[in-house]
């Protein structure tokens, strides 16, 4: 038993000593001498540093969430939208009509005039009237109906576009519409306008002019990459 107190008592004493220097040496870190505080400072600098790189790493994480898309706000004005509908498929098969119609007036026409001039009969100069009528009738009334279009589709309401890599995001007053960049899209640029045709949905038109000129290679860029060429035939 006397033996076992022994070993009890070294142990203790041991143990005590050990706490003893461990507290006398991270008290040391505190008190000032030659040596010392060069490692403490050396130590705070380091954790400062850690916890700086851990902010950085989390605004960068928090900017890439919160980056948007390109906003483009416009209004369309009807010279516009006329400049479209005069590039639309409908309207090119109507004005190779024109032209095959007009063909045929201008034969009926010049027939009339030598009709005339060989028989000197005023019937047939009135009769050249008509296919003068007809040529100006067979260009005008497609200009009308699509200026009389244009004034329907025209709302002189703000368009607000935000475009995306992935997708645009469209707003005009409380309705919004989504269109996904994911080559189901196709486009084109005609007359200063950016066209795209969504597949089974109605023509977004955005203005060159609305797109600062900073931005508009991201656009393009953007639209280009995740939408398909319109080819002249489709």
């Given at each position: ?22 507290n ?89 005039l ?23 009738v ?46 189901s899209?196709k ?25 600062d ?22």
């Open positions: 038993e006397k033996i076992r107190g022994k070993v009890f008592m070294i142990e203790e004493k041991t143990f005590d000593e050990v706490n003893n220097e461990s006398k040496e991270n008290a040391e870190c505190f008190e000032p001498n030659d040596s010392q505080p060069v490692l403490c400072e050396q130590e705070s600098e380091t954790a400062k540093i850690s916890d700086s790189e851990i902010v950085v790493e989390d605004d960068n994480e928090g900017y890439k969430l919160t980056k948007t898309g390109i906003n483009i706000k416009y209004v369309l004005s009807e010279s516009e939208i006329t400049e479209i509908f005069k590039h639309t498929e409908g309207y090119r098969k109507n004005r190779s009509l024109q032209k095959r119609h007009t063909t045929i007036q201008s034969i009926l026409f010049i027939v009339l030598i009709l005339w001039l060989v028989f000197k009969n005023k019937y047939y100069g009135y009769l050249m009237i008509i296919p003068i009528i007809c040529i100006f067979i260009w005008a009334l497609p200009l009308l109906s699509i200026r009389r279009l244009a004034k329907e589709f025209f709302s002189g309401e703000e368009i607000n576009a935000e475009v995306y890599p992935d997708k645009i995001k469209l707003k005009l007053k409380d309705k919004t519409r989504e269109i996904k960049l994911n080559h899209v486009h084109e640029e005609i007359g200063g306008m950016i066209l795209l045709y969504p597949e089974g949905e109605s023509t977004v038109m955005i203005p060159i002019r609305a797109i000129s900073k931005d508009l290679p991201d656009v393009q860029a953007m639209i280009f990459a995740g939408a398909s060429p319109k080819r002249a035939k489709e």
